[in-house]
């Protein structure tokens, strides 16, 4: 057969315990301490699921609840949430994409892989399934894989742990096969057994149109996609990338501090999510429930898009420090949603001792701040990440220029929540010297202190005029000047013709 005739191969993963595992994770997630608690979740007051020691005890998947308690009297039941299940699924799906972009859901408890293309990749079909299946068991469930030819023959390898012969066709492969374990519908199934037809192969070997007229063009349909005779096309998810994970608590906790532990957890995950996606965030919430409730939403931004778990875990620890009015916690999670492309590290190839650094400089040879060097812009982020978190949001905000050419007005704030971008700029020619602290409003100088004759003022530059703002009552135009007071510090200071009177505007330094 050529290449191109190949079929593809379909992987299919399997949850049987996803109702459970939403609220208990298994393996290194598990919570410590609750290896031995009986969990059951229920479904109108029957159990949908089973942990290993509640099922110890006796229980049974279908058991009403109030009989179930009988049975086992420290037995915890909590609600089953489709939604929660739905939500693990498409997490589940973006972890995935690290082995193949062709996934799907197939299912409440499914996901479907397309890997054919993958395999020469990753060393071939066995150390796939290994990574895939590793790879799951550490996000906190139990999974069970099946390939094969076909979609529909995949996920029933999965769920009856059929063993690894997807070289052969689903026909052939899964001929012994037991026509209850195919997923047909009960009714069909039963005709079939009164015919004696009890096995894939006896059905395969039935005529076909026969079999029509009996069960349908449904049934005949979903035979041939099984077998791969009719197309089974798949819609394969390509959301935007998304962070969702979350931690239940069997016992509600009630001191905020305990939850550090889980809370770097959530973010190790998080950081793990980010790096082998080359992503960074400016932004994320963790939220602490209480019985399903939302009780409190901790935001955390920061000054520039970054993926630190040690900054992140420092200024969640300061956000939860601030809660108050929060008694108790049974489930914390952590969302992100807002991701921008990480910034790689390149080192000359010389190193920086042989060359020149001239890529920050502007053309009058100035450093440019745009260039600075990584770590000490990193720096200056975690410090302003650190102050804007513990200071109230009036007190910490940026700066950026204002649409107008008076000094006092021509600058704004900005918030420092806002994503940031480093932008290489050269200033403009002959851009004229402004002090770094300016004085509002400007200081009046005493009549003796008259820059032009007082011995102490050592004339530096000027005079530049700044009109005056008639629209909103500034009708005054100010001539400015750099003056050296007594040798020392650098002032601004301009004067009003119609006041005769000097003002002290800046410092330089």
């Known amino acids: 057969m050529r290449k191109k005739d ?144 076909t979609p529909l023959a995949a996920k029933i390898s999965a769920e009856i742990d059929c063993p690894d012969n997807h070289q052969q066709s689903p026909g052939i492969a899964l001929k012994s096969l037991q026509l209850i374990h195919l997923q047909l519908p009960p009714p069909s199934v039963m005709k079939l057994e009164k015919m004696g037809i009890t096995i894939l192969k006896q059905l ?35 959301p935007a990338p998304k962070f969702d994970s979350d931690i239940f608590f069997m016992n509600t906790v009630d001191n905020l501090q305990s939850l550090i532990f889980p809370i770097n957890r959530l973010l190790n995950e998080l950081s793990a999510f980010l790096t082998v996606r080359q992503l960074q965030l400016q932004h994320f919430n963790l939220r602490l429930n209480y019985r399903g409730q939302l009780k409190k939403d901790l935001s955390i931004h920061l000054a520039a898009p970054d993926n630190d778990a040690d900054l992140f875990l420092k200024l969640s620890e300061i956000k939860l420090n601030q809660v108050q009015g929060v008694q ?94 480093q932008k290489v700029t050269n200033p403009l020619p002959n851009w004229p010297e402004r002090p770094t602290f300016l004085i509002e409003p400007p200081k009046r100088l005493q009549k003796h202190l008259n820059p032009l004759q007082h011995p102490d003022f050592d004339y530096i530059k000027g005079p530049e005029r700044i009109n005056s703002a008639w629209w909103d009552g500034d009708g005054q135009n100010r001539d400015y000047y750099l003056y050296r007071y007594r040798k020392q510090v650098v002032y601004w200071i301009f004067y009003r013709a119609l006041t005769h009177r000097w003002y002290l505007h800046g410092l330089f330094s």
């Open 6 to 149: 190949q079929p593809k191969l379909w992987l299919c993963l399997y949850l049987p315990n996803l109702a459970l595992e939403v609220f208990y994770p298994s393996g290194p997630k598990q919570p410590p301490n609750d290896g031995l608690k009986p969990i059951a979740i229920i479904q109108q007051q029957r159990i949908e699921a089973l942990s290993y020691h509640a099922a110890a005890t006796g229980l049974r998947v279908g058991t009403m609840a109030s009989h179930a308690y009988a049975l086992c009297e420290n037995l915890t039941c909590i609600e089953k949430s489709a939604a929660k299940e739905r939500r693990a699924l498409a997490q589940i799906a973006q972890w995935l994409y690290e082995f193949t972009p062709n996934v799907c859901p197939y299912g409440d408890q499914h996901l479907i892989l397309e890997v054919s293309s993958s395999l020469k990749l990753f060393s071939g079909l066995n150390h796939l399934k290994y990574l895939i299946e590793e790879k799951t068991t550490r996000l906190g469930y139990t999974p069970k894989l099946g390939v094969s030819q």
């Open 204 to 238: 395969i070997d039935l005529p076909r149109h026969t079999l029509k007229k009996r069960f349908g063009d449904a049934f005949i349909h979903y035979l041939e996609r099984l077998l791969g005779e009719r197309a089974d096309p798949q819609t394969f998810i390509k």
């Open 328 to 421: 108790t916690v049974d489930e914390l999670s952590l969302r992100a949603a807002a991701f921008y492309p990480a910034k790689l590290k390149s080192n000359q190839l010389f190193g920086s001792a042989t060359l020149p650094d001239t890529a920050g400089m502007d053309q009058k040879g100035q450093a440019n701040q745009a260039a600075l060097d990584p770590e000490t812009l990193k720096q200056g982020n975690d410090l302003l990440n650190l102050l804007q978190h513990q200071l109230e949001t009036t007190d910490c905000f940026g700066l950026r220029l204002g649409n107008d050419h008076r000094p006092e007005k021509d600058w704004a704030r900005t918030d420092l929540t806002q994503h940031f971008e």
